[in-house]
């Protein structure tokens, strides 16, 4: 059972969500809240898998809530994905870079709803492809300076690679194929370089490809 928590303020889009999720037998709305504070604290309480958070909220928005969920190790399996209306903008990519595993439009057809949602609880990153696109485009004309002390040197050759194939929106089994190697074996690749360099989940690693000069939008 995939465990949700919804944090928006606004009441119609957490009951139109939510009847979305009802009517899955392997998903279950275990709390809602509508501020920042109040989904960090319930985060805490219920400790779900996922917690779908809006960007713009009152008292806390969902930028600090995310930085709160990703910095409190209590919480290393919650993984969130932030709402937005306007697909990529300053707001989503600060909110990956606080730990946020992906983000949705809200105007989401509700398949690719559900579909995100289980995604989610695997611990995959969660980026639309209109969202990688422009996170591409937005690296061609606007690159972001590195996180410091965080560099494509503290990778082996084969954890850069991983990571490169991790940024070109490849999954494991097709890493492994790319990288003739075993799914367990590429696994452990990505892990070990999101340990390096401290990226909370796969969707970090996207934005550090990217800010690290390790993938440019033509592929070299």
């Excluded at 290393?76 to 300053?90: F, I, Q």
């Amino acid at each position: 059972m995939i465990r949700v928590l919804l944090v928006d303020d606004q009441p119609l889009i957490r009951r139109g969500f939510r009847a979305l999720l009802d009517l899955e037998d392997d998903i279950e709305v275990v709390a809602e809240a509508a501020d920042g504070r109040e989904g960090l604290e319930l985060a805490r309480e219920h400790l779900p898998d996922v917690v779908l958070i809006d960007i713009r909220m009152p008292v806390v928005d969902g930028i600090a809530a995310t930085r709160s969920i990703a910095a409190d190790p209590a919480l290393d399996a919650v993984h969130v994905v932030v709402l937005t209306n306007y697909g990529l903008d300053e707001y989503v990519l600060e909110a990956l870079r606080a730990g946020a595993a992906g983000s949705l439009v809200k105007d989401v057809v509700p398949e690719d709803f559900l579909h995100a949602v289980r995604v989610a609880a695997r611990g995959d990153a969660l980026l639309a492809p209109s969202i990688t696109r422009r996170l591409i485009n937005r690296y061609v004309t606007q690159p972001l300076p590195v996180v410091p002390g965080r560099g494509p040197e503290e990778l082996t050759g084969r954890e850069r690679e991983a990571v490169v194939l991790v940024a070109r929106g490849l999954s494991n089994d097709q890493i492994a194929a790319r990288m003739v190697i075993s799914p367990l074996t590429a696994k452990t690749h990505i892990n070990r370089a999101m340990t390096k360099l401290r990226a909370r989940d796969r969707a970090q690693l996207v934005v550090f490809a990217y800010e690290s000069g390790l993938v440019s939008p033509q592929g070299s």
